[in-house]
């Protein structure tokens, strides 16, 4: 069974400052990944996927992805972040092919500040 | 709207009730999943459909759950017998095919007394 791991629970930065979440899976085949990310009140949303191709992938609102096979990583960054980006963020993995059953990391709490 | 709809968005029971849940994927998605999300963790997968057929069913969901998708539309969670760590939110998401963008509806947020 595959796993995900985001290692930053809590993020607090200013605006402006560059932002860059870690998720790392645990997952013995191909994978499909996600970021999710849900603003204060409302739904989770697609943020950016990888099915295949250039590993950079980019996303809405700035956001892009970049996945490194070797180190089982998906990490998310921004360049310059802004307070409306304070959300939630999830990772997610679904394996290729198969069962598609989908595993999330615990989510990543941003703040912002003005 | 078309999105992904929830009913009831809220729901207080007392423990031992029975509750369900009633999920309305986006029209044309053959694929709809089942989650249940506590407080400062992810959505963790508790079943889903393709159309009618119930593919999955996570095996941390107990005999308590169940869910049926007739006619491959609309959805329904039941937890029989509640008890108090069934308090949680409960999401469903719908998605065109495969492995492909899951779209989230608000939750249900159950409180079991």
């Known amino acids: 069974a595959q796993s995900v791991s985001q290692h930053n629970h809590h993020v607090i930065l200013s605006e402006a400052a560059s932002l860059e979440l870690g998720c790392n899976y645990s997952?013995?085949?191909?994978?499909?990944l996600f970021w999710y990310v849900q603003y204060p009140g409302q739904h989770l949303q697609l943020l950016l996927k990888?099915?295949?191709?250039?590993?950079l992938v980019k996303g809405i609102k700035g956001f892009e992805a970049e996945f490194i096979k070797s180190k089982f990583s998906f990490n998310l960054r921004k360049p310059s972040v802004q307070w409306s980006d304070t959300a939630e963020y999830f990772c997610?993995?679904?394996?290729?092919?198969?069962?598609?059953?989908?595993?999330f990391g615990r989510g990543t709490s941003l703040i912002v500040h003005p | 709207d078309t999105g992904v709809s929830q009913d009831p968005r809220h729901k207080i029971t007392k423990r031992g009730q029975n509750v369900t849940f009633r999920c309305d994927p986006i029209?044309?998605?053959?694929?709809l999943y089942w989650y249940r999300q506590t407080l400062g963790q992810g959505p963790e997968f508790l079943t889903y459909?393709?159309?009618?057929?119930?593919?999955?069913k996570s095996r941390l969901l107990s005999d308590r759950f169940s869910a049926e998708r007739p006619k491959g539309s609309f959805s329904t969670l039941e937890i029989q017998r509640t008890e108090q760590g069934d308090s949680a939110m409960y999401l469903c998401?719908?998605?065109?095919?495969?492995?492909?963008?899951?779209?989230f509806g608000p939750g249900t947020r159950l409180l079991v007394l």
């Open positions: 990888y099915f295949s191709g250039d590993p």
């Open positions: 997610a993995v679904i394996p290729s092919g198969g069962s598609y059953i989908p595993t």
């Open positions: 998401a719908s998605s065109p095919q495969g492995p492909e963008t899951q779209y």
């Open positions: 029209s044309e998605h053959n694929r």
């Open positions: 997952y013995g085949g191909t994978v499909n």
């Open positions: 459909f393709q159309n009618e057929a119930q593919l999955e």
